[in-house]
């Protein structure tokens, strides 16, 4: 089993930055693709970002492209998204995944064996 567990979530205005971090234990994290979801009020989990094992493949959402930078550092087994040029449209419970997932299909969140608590991002208007 790998344990993960987010921070850095909070209350921003639009155009603000927060930089998440999740946490890994229990399981070698350098082995895992890690991926980011959110999943909007209402709504379905989405595909926010990934990053594969050594950081060489970096992919992301296109609502999130250039404003979001997603990172890992395999020494501290975390994973990071800086987000800036935050929107309300950003608003979500954000989540960390990770899983043996093959690059062609790292937006599929049930391929992702392990998944945090979630952390809660808000944009003010």
């Known amino acids: 089993q790998m344990q993960l567990g987010e921070s850095g979530g909070g209350l921003v205005q639009t155009g603000g930055s927060l930089r998440l971090s999740c946490a890994a234990s229990?399981?070698?994290?350098?082995?895992?693709?890690m991926g980011w979801f959110r999943q909007p009020p209402g709504k379905e989990r989405e595909f926010v970002a990934a990053?594969?094992?050594?950081?060489?493949?970096?992919g992301y959402a296109a609502s999130v492209r250039g404003r979001f930078t997603i990172s890992r550092d395999n020494a501290k087994n975390t994973v990071y998204l800086q987000m800036n040029s935050l929107k309300p449209e950003d608003t979500a419970v954000y989540y960390c995944a990770a899983g043996a997932v093959d690059w062609s299909v790292v937006q599929i969140p049930r391929k992702y064996a392990y998944w945090g608590q979630g952390t809660q991002v808000t944009v003010s208007s």
């Open positions: 229990g399981r070698t994290f350098s082995m895992y693709v």
């Open positions: 990053i594969t094992q050594s950081g060489g493949n970096i």
